[in-house]
């Protein structure tokens, strides 16, 4: 999530946890895993108490070391007890729910890689004299930035599936209303909380059935081409932006509770997944998604599917 300082950005992903499906999580496994399946530590005992909560949100500070973030190995423990005892990091913490990084652009580029590893994997490494440990890790990694402050580095730029923009408002009479509404739940959080209960609650339910209709959301088969063309026509080479606007897409389709993707879903994508990965001129401005131009692509090579089978029939 990028825009300037003081935005909201931080707001909104702190909310994001409100909105996402309570999961089943065996309550005392430092990795939340699913009594469904269940971790290797997990897997060994003969019950497993299973307990129902929201998905955890899990800062990632810049300043953190990579033992705090990967964990660390008890060697002493390892080598007299002959156990891999693994003293859990953030990693762990965030299994199964969200890893949260403020200025993602300006993390050090060695918790840049154990990040990228681990998300790649879904499996974090920890070795340590010798001595390695391996636990799951998989989480939903969000950042947000100011791009004042650095743009994302390349090698982390591409692994950010969707990217949304946020700009300050300058209407007087909507900056009114945000001053009213911070003043309000400062001084009643429950009370303002209850007031939004059901909007809240229609969005969160409306997410709950997206997720279980996505399975079967399916692409048509001209689509496919589509997409490749409008990615490699936006100048973008990774095989990442394509695969994520397919699974936004799907996505989108399945939260408007559809089981068959159309154009707009598509064009929604596009226009989350190309900005950050366009190619950039270091002495001008950052370039922008144009969404006329990516229709234009899409219903080029969509018409060029078309064509073919037409002239076919004929």
């Known amino acids: 999530m990028k825009g300037p300082s003081g935005t ?17 999580v065996v309550a005392d496994c430092a990795f ?23 998905r955890r949100i899990v800062d990632l500070p810049l300043n953190a070391t990579e033992d705090r973030v990967a964990g660390s190995v008890d060697v002493a423990r390892a080598l007299t007890e002959g156990v891999r005892a693994l003293e859990p990091g953030l990693l762990a913490e965030a299994n199964r729910g969200i890893l949260y990084v403020d200025e993602i652009n300006l993390l050090d580029d060695h918790l840049t890689d154990i ?12 070795e340590r004299e010798g001595v390695s440990v391996a636990h799951p890790a998989r989480f939903l990694l969000v950042g947000t930035m100011n791009e004042d402050e650095g743009e994302l580095r390349p090698q982390i730029a591409d692994r950010i599936g969707l990217q949304v923009e946020v700009d300050a408002v300058f209407d007087p009479e ?10 309000a739940f400062t001084a009643d959080p429950a009370g303002v909380a209850a007031e939004y209960a059901g909007a ?5 339910a409306a997410v709950e059935r997206a997720v ?15 997409v490749a063309h409008v990615v490699v026509s936006a100048g973008v080479a990774s095989h990442r932006a394509d695969v994520t606007i397919v699974e936004a897409a799907k996505a989108q389709a399945a939260l408007d509770g559809r089981v068959e993707v159309e154009q707009d879903d598509v064009l929604a994508a596009a226009a989350l997944a190309l900005g950050h990965r366009l190619a950039a001129d270091p002495f001008a401005p950052p370039p922008e ?7 234009r692509l899409l219903e080029d090579a969509l018409d060029a599917e078309v064509s073919p089978a037409k002239k076919a029939a004929g």
């Open 115 to 126: 990040l990228l590893d681990a998300a790649a994997l879904g499996v974090n490494l920890v």
């Open 8 to 24: 909201g950005k931080s707001t909104a992903v702190r909310g994001l946890a409100e909105l996402l499906p309570e999961i089943d």
């Open 289 to 295: 998604v144009d969404e006329k131009v990516l229709r």
């Open 32 to 54: 939340s895993c699913s009594p469904h399946d269940p971790c290797d530590a997990c897997r060994e005992r003969a019950e497993l108490p299973v307990a129902r909560r929201r």
């Open 212 to 226: 279980e209709l996505l399975p079967s959301v399916r692409l048509p088969g001209p689509l496919y081409a589509a």
């Open 200 to 204: 809240q609650g229609d969005l969160a």
């Open 174 to 183: 909507a900056r009114a209303e945000i001053m009213r509404r911070r003043e």
